[in-house]
């Protein structure tokens, strides 16, 4: 019994040492290799041929053919990365002079790819295509490979990037940087409008590793949305969702310097719930907030605001500019002060970022109830 577990376990580890020598799963070798922006003329029977180049530099391109010949056969056309994923959606056709193409893709400079062009032929029967790979370079769009975040695409403020989604489980990530807190406005959508709708979902991350997710479903033209941010270095993730692999799009953001503005209170008032017998605060009038999300209410007894009565945060509609008064109509137990005295109170705005923490300004100076 024994020399057999030993027997088998020499054989185990015979074959993981044999494993480690066997190579990966390559693309074919390539029969001929290419230059981009030159134009190539092929004769195709039943065996498919296999072609490669080499981006000279970052940018983007695509590869374009158009058949020569009408024997109604089926021609197509696929482009490859150097592990053999497809990168961009399998071009075909089969009319005279019709002319198929694959969709846009970036890339790195020194990334070589495969194309792989076969006719659905006979022996005895030809189809002839031309052929050219046609590449511009560029620094407008994704830098693939941008499939995390440590290889994140740098954003510029105010400049657009394009990008495209090749394969499901691909994302693509974009990251900036904000020396001050920001209004930041991002804008995500297709590089071209179809009228077709595309699905993606696009999500912002900290360097706390805190996400939200900003756009998720359809997208059919460009979207905007604001957020507030802090000083820090931010993530945009790009998905496919449905419908949107092989579809362009374009991504951006655009920061200004931005600060909750110190409001002033005007008037303080103060009621008395005849029910319960106690003393509330019910509104605040004030003016020169600004643009809030929601405000930060202290009261006290006393005007250096020792032994707080309240301290509360209160959420408005996001985006409020200009906001006159703060009742408490939705909230009266939670502004009671229980006396009918003086009470010393003072606001400050806030805008909430997009992980759900507050950014505060500064509180106003400290008015009374009388």
């Known amino acids: 019994m024994k020399k057999t577990l030993k027997r088998l376990l020499a054989g185990v580890l015979v074959l993981a040492f044999i494993c480690q020598f066997i190579p990966a799963k390559q693309v074919k070798a390539a029969e001929e290799e290419i230059n981009v922006n030159q134009t190539y003329s092929y004769t195709l029977s039943g065996e498919p041929k296999m072609l490669k180049f080499t981006a000279p530099e970052d940018g983007v391109f695509t590869v374009d053919a158009v058949i020569n010949s009408d024997d109604e056969r089926l021609f197509e056309m696929l482009l490859l990365d150097s592990e053999g994923h497809q990168l961009a959606e399998t071009a075909n056709g089969r009319n005279q002079f019709e002319k198929v193409s694959t969709t846009e893709y970036a890339t790195k400079g020194g ?3 495969y194309i792989k062009l076969t006719s659905y032929n006979t022996e005895d029967i030809k ?3 031309t052929l050219t790979v046609n590449y511009t370079a560029s620094n407008e769009w994704e830098n693939e ?3 995390t975040a440590d290889a994140a695409c740098k954003l510029e403020n ?3 990037k394009y990008g495209v989604i090749t394969k499901d489980e691909s ?4 990251t900036f940087k904000l020396d001050k807190t920001s209004k930041v406005v991002l804008e995500f959508g297709p590089k071209t409008i179809s009228g077709n709708y595309e699905y993606w979902t696009v999500e912002i991350l900290n360097d706390d590793g805190e996400s939200h997710q900003l756009y998720g479903g359809s997208v059919s033209a460009v979207s905007k949305e604001t957020v507030y941010l802090k000083k820090g270095t931010y993530f945009l993730k790009v998905k496919y969702y449905i419908s949107s692999r092989y579809v362009p799009y374009k991504i951006s953001y655009k920061a200004e310097k931005f600060a ?12 008395k719930n005849s029910i319960w017998n106690y003393y509330f605060i019910d509104a ?3 003016k020169g907030n600004g643009e809030v999300s929601g405000f930060t209410v202290q009261a006290a007894s006393n005007k250096k605001l020792k032994s707080k009565l309240v301290n509360r945060d209160i959420n408005v509609k996001a985006g409020v500019v200009g906001k006159k008064k703060i009742s408490t109509k939705e909230e009266v137990y939670n502004f009671n ?18 992980f759900g923490k507050n950014i505060y300004g500064k509180y106003s100076k400290v008015k009374s109830s009388k």
């Not at 909750?260 to 009621?271: E, G, H, I």
Request: hydrophobic residues 30%.
């Open 127 to 129: 189809k002839d295509v």
């Open 171 to 174: 994302e693509d990530f974009y």
């Open 111 to 113: 990334r070589y790819f």
């Open 260 to 271: 909750v503005k110190q409001p002033t209170v005007s008037k303080v008032t103060v009621k």
């Open 337 to 354: 002060i229980e006396s009918n005295k003086n009470c010393y109170v003072r606001v400050r705005g806030y805008v909430t970022d997009p």
């Open 145 to 147: 490979l941008n499939d």
């Open 158 to 160: 105010g400049k657009v």
């Open 284 to 286: 605040i009038k004030m």
